[in-house]
């Protein structure tokens, strides 16, 4: 079992920036590919990066591309997301996954897949 515990959401103006964290419980963090996803009011769950196993893949939602760089950092069992360039329409929670699998990223990979997921973290960014 593994469990993922999301931190550094907040309250932002536009265009500023907030660093989210995701810390992974287990021995095994370094076999899974790891996501982030969100989820605004009223709208569905969307994949917002992901990254694979091995940090050597990764993929981005159009809207965020060159914005919210993911990276993962195995000696510590963490998976960052990187939020740049803050709009109103980022606001959501967003949510760390976790895929049970030596996954590579090449393209939106379904929610279905992840295996473990955060309770999530929120992200207000004001106009």
């Known amino acids: 079992q593994v469990q993922l515990v999301e931190s550094g959401g907040g309250l932002v103006q536009a265009g500023g920036s907030l660093r989210l964290s995701c810390a992974a419980s287990?021995?095994?963090?370094?076999?899974?590919?790891m996501g982030w996803f969100r989820q605004a009011p009223g709208r569905e769950r969307e994949v917002v990066a992901v990254?694979?196993?091995?940090?050597?893949?990764?993929f981005y939602v159009d809207s965020v591309q060159g914005r919210f760089p993911i990276s993962r950092d195995n000696a510590k069992n963490t998976v960052y997301l990187q939020l740049n360039s803050l709009k109103p329409e980022d606001t959501a929670v967003y949510y760390c996954a976790a895929e049970n699998r030596r996954t590579y990223y090449y393209s939106s990979p379904s929610a279905g897949r992840f295996d473990y997921w955060g309770r999530g973290t929120q992200v207000t960014v004001s106009s």
């Open positions: 990254i694979g196993w091995n940090g050597g893949s990764r």
């Open positions: 287990g021995r095994s963090f370094s076999n899974y590919g």
